[in-house]
């Protein structure tokens, strides 16, 4: 195709849709419209730049807890004092607290709404049937019916108290708990009050909890022994914010949590073999360790590899022994949101020092403790990972803020509170005694340490809202573990964290926006994991680079440290820091289901016509010879049919000797009066490039997915070398559904191929679509064997009964 200029005008000979110029009258959808329009208004306590305004406030909440922990009946019996400070603007004639304990009882909102079919935390519970077969439960629901229904679960609250001992009164509504007070709560003032409770721990592999007991019922130790992981243990104080005053929003188990942060002292009497690990750093070690224990934690505090705290060989021996009484250990922890614990008689522990200098904490001890069905898995993986961690996040936010970091192993596959994560996989015993584990298990080690020791950044210190928005932690941490992972070793293959892994969700009807709240998430593992993440690699690796990404997430960090952010406050840190209007990137991935599958229709190669006869009107005939003959005229060449003006030479005339692409003197005439016509700086330009004779390239795109996103380009020219292009978003912000693209290479640069998204950065969901020219498709063909019914009509029951071995080689 070639290019014709007209006086002062550039005009693309080409049809309408490789122009751009397609009619979209009735349907225009502007995907770049401003997300201001949704957000909230900025105010005093948070700006429109996303930084916390000059009149920010937050609650804070101080606990002191004694707890005893009753190894035979597995019950939990306690006692706090609260002290509640009321730093924001209002009176407040009540206060709210958390009862996550009351979800296990069988009157919850969340057993009586629990859908029959619907997920479990272990993959589906139900398989319905259909026609003959016949609904499915699996043994995991079933066991977790019997625990139900053998057990009584949830908290008793035995008493509510003022400091001096008068009653408070209250009332419980599900998860939640009034606590009316004398006066109103003023601005600035502090209340103290305190609550005595006792709950029976659920045993978390029967119950799928986020907390509970495991038990070990082969262990030496007659009747065996446990693994206790508290969490939501306490009854904690729901969050009053700027936002939406009370969060009292009921916990029906997705949904994670949302705290105020505080000072802790934690008081925890267990079985006087027990070792405890806990939010927060040991406040009277004599007591509750050895002397070579204590040696070995100092050692560790400068060891360039995990020491052993508490050995194999003492665990081993504490395994099949008995307790001599209790032990009390006591805990404390600063500007913590909360406080969770794990408590055995199986634990060993190792610990190594991470510095940190000119931090708050210069010597951060990374932690790990396991039992031995941990093995040598976690001996070698689980406190490097956790130093690991430290070092790469701390890269993207500020230094780790806390004394310690702790890996637990337990019955939960991974959960993570201040200080301390609980994290579930095992290695395989064999019937020779040892110890192996799978790949599968080395990542799952690997992988959740990072995650959960990750989320002590996000959200323990960046304080987002997990019940309402878990995409702002969870989608955020996924995005960083996965930058640790490939930092770990790029050549594990870890999973759905990049944009290529997300595509089956994506274009799936099995999905909502990220925006939507957790509990009614039908996918939440994809939704506010895996989406996010991808979302942050694009945003970071092909939106706006590494390095205005990385600057605009450490001001994200460092603005919302020990405070709590929202959505808003996110995306306009991003924008502001990184200098981009990200409206349009917003709004496509978190508000809306629509996915990336950008098509390239067509590719149309132009040269430029020098208006000049003498060169256009041949250049053409040799064009319109290289067309084909008609069909029919080939077949009458076959058949040897004569040609009548040949056969018949005195009818031949002037047209007979010339065509239509004859040079005539009016020809030439308009081409003398056209450069007469232009201007000085038109003539030069048009000289130029007919001189230059360039190849003029029109791409026309089709945007099939909806979710308008950069156009990456991998170029590949006659000459053998390749280039990648990279075209803003912004290109499609008139027309969001097709546009086409103009591009330019000298004469000798001929283009032969082109693919869209060459290293499938932007998960695009048709990569078919993004070769031009087409390729053929590459795949597989597997041969397969017919499977026999299975039947009861089909099978010889005959030859069952009496016995028989069908003979499967012959009929």
């Not at 006792?198 to 009747?223: L, M, Q, T, W």
Request: charged residues 25%; hydrophobic residues 35%; negative net charge.
């Amino acid at each position: 195709m070639r290019f014709v200029l007209l006086i002062a005008a550039l005009f693309i000979a080409a049809p309408a849709s490789a122009q751009g110029i397609q009619q979209t009258k009735g349907n225009f959808e502007d995907k770049f419209r401003q997300l201001d329009e949704v957000l909230p208004d900025a105010n005093t306590y948070r700006n429109a730049s996303g930084a916390p305004g000059h009149e920010y406030w937050q609650q804070k909440v101080d606990y002191n807890i004694t707890a005893t922990l009753d190894e035979t009946k597995r019950r939990i019996t306690a006692r706090a004092t609260v002290r509640y400070t009321n730093n924001s603007p209002d009176a407040l004639p009540w206060l709210w607290m958390q009862l996550d304990q009351n979800i296990f009882k069988t009157d919850s909102m969340a057993e009586l709404t629990d859908a029959f079919g619907g997920p479990g935390r272990r993959g589906p519970k139900v398989q319905l049937g259909s026609g003959s077969e016949p609904t499915k439960l699996s043994f995991d629901e079933l066991r977790r019916q019997q625990a139900m229904a053998d057990n009584t679960y949830g908290y008793d609250i035995s008493a509510v108290t003022s400091i001096d001992g008068a009653k408070l009164p209250h009332t419980i509504v599900g998860t939640l708990m009034r606590i009316d007070l004398p006066a109103p709560l003023a601005p600035g003032q502090t209340t103290e009050f305190a609550i005595e409770w006792a709950f029976n721990i659920v045993e978390e592999d029967a119950v799928n909890a986020r907390s509970g007991y495991e038990h070990f019922p082969d262990d030496p130790r007659k009747g065996g022994n446990d693994i206790f992981l508290l969490a939501q243990w306490f009854p904690r104080m729901v969050v009053y914010s700027d936002y939406e005053g009370w969060h009292n929003k009921e916990f029906l188990g997705r949904g994670e949590f949302t705290l105020e942060f505080g000072d802790y002292t934690v008081d925890l009497t267990v079985p006087s073999d027990h070792i405890v690990a806990a939010t927060g750093t040991i406040q009277n070690p004599d007591e509750v360790l050895t002397a070579a224990q204590r040696q070995r934690l100092e050692t560790a505090k400068n060891a360039d590899a995990p020491v052993f705290i508490v050995t194999p060989q003492e665990a081993a021996a504490a395994e099949a022994g008995n307790p001599r009484g209790t032990k009390t250990w006591k805990f404390a922890a600063t500007n913590v949101r909360d406080f969770a614990w794990g408590s055995s008689r199986k634990f060993m522990w190792d610990a190594q020092g991470v510095k940190q200098p000119g931090a708050e904490n210069e010597t951060v001890l990374a932690m790990s403790f396991w039992p031995k069905e941990g093995g040598d898995l976690w001996k070698k993986y689980s406190t490097a990972a956790v130093v690991h961690t430290l070092k790469v996040y701390s890269r993207f936010s500020f230094d780790y803020p806390y004394p310690t970091a702790q890996s637990v192993n337990g019955p939960v596959g991974g959960m993570e509170y201040p200080m301390i994560t609980f994290n579930g996989p095992r290695t395989t015993l064999n019937k020779d005694g040892s110890r192996t584990y799978s790949l599968a298990e080395k990542m799952f080690l690997v992988g959740v340490v990072i995650h959960e020791i990750g989320h002590i950044y996000f959200p323990m210190t960046v304080n987002s809202d997990e019940r309402q928005w878990t995409w702002m932690d969870e989608g955020l941490n996924s995005f960083l573990d996965s930058v640790a992972g490939y930092e770990w070793d790029p050549n594990m293959p870890w999973t759905r964290s990049l944009a290529r892994d997300l595509v089956p969700y994506m274009v799936s009807n099995n999905q909502q926006p990220i925006m939507t709240q957790s509990d009614s998430v039908t996918d939440l593992g994809s939704n506010a994991y895996g989406k996010p993440s991808a979302a942050y690699h694009v945003l970071r690796d092909t939106v706006i680079g590494r390095e205005r990404f990385d600057f605009a997430l450490k001001e994200y960090a460092r603005r919302w440290k020990f405070k709590r952010p929202t959505p808003a406050d996110f995306f306009r840190t991003m924008e502001e820091a990184s200098g981009t209007d990200l409206d349009w990137f917003w709004r496509g991935w978190f508000y809306t289901t629509d996915h990336v599958d950008i098509s390239l229709d067509s590719i149309y190669r132009l040269k430029m016509d020098s208006k000049n006869p003498d060169i256009d009107l041949p250049r053409r005939r040799a064009e319109r010879a290289e067309e084909p003959d008609p069909v029919g005229i080939g077949f009458n060449q076959q058949q040897g049919l004569p040609i009548w003006v040949l056969e018949n030479p005195g009818v031949t005339d002037f047209y007979d000797k010339n065509d239509e692409f004859t040079v005539t003197p009016k020809d030439r005439k308009g081409y003398t009066e056209f450069l007469d016509g232009l201007l000085p700086w038109e003539r030069a330009a048009f000289d130029r490039a007919v001189k230059e004779d360039a190849n003029y390239y029109v791409l026309n795109f089709t945007n099939k997915g909806g979710l308008v996103m950069p156009v990456i380009l991998g170029l590949t020219f006659k000459d053998g070398s390749k280039e990648k292009l990279n075209i803003p978003a912004e290109i499609w912000r008139r027309n969001s559904r097709e546009v086409a693209k103009l591009l330019v290479y000298p004469k000798g640069k001929e283009l032969v191929e082109v693919m869209v998204d060459p290293d499938w950065e932007t998960g695009d969901a048709d990569l078919e679509n993004n070769h031009y020219p087409r390729r053929i498709i590459p795949s597989r063909v597997e041969a397969f064997k017919d499977e026999a019914s299975k039947s009861r009509v089909s099978r010889d029951l005959m030859g069952e009964a009496a016995g028989a071995e069908p003979d499967k080689k012959k009929k």
